[in-house]
């Protein structure tokens, strides 16, 4: 996967290019928790971190507004 070697690369860029791709998103319509949710959905099929790492990434690297939503 592409998003998880650039991860791997630039882990400092994750939270900006993650918040990025969320604002592109919202230009479609897609609100931010959907994307946030799709995102995490595609790092937990394709990627080689479990999924207790992954989780914990997107919890740093998504804006709260990508975020799950507490119900």
Not at 13 to 18: D, P, Q, S, V
Request: aromatic fraction near 2%.
């Amino acid at each position: 996967m592409v998003l998880d070697r650039y991860v791997q690369r630039k882990p400092d860029r994750t939270g900006r290019l993650l918040g990025e791709t969320c604002l592109d998103a919202r230009a479609l319509e897609v609100d931010p928790e959907t994307m946030g949710k799709l995102i995490r959905r595609s790092f937990l099929l394709d990627s080689k971190p479990d999924e207790e790492t992954i989780n914990a990434l997107l919890d740093m690297a998504l804006p709260p507004s990508a975020k799950p939503s507490e119900s």
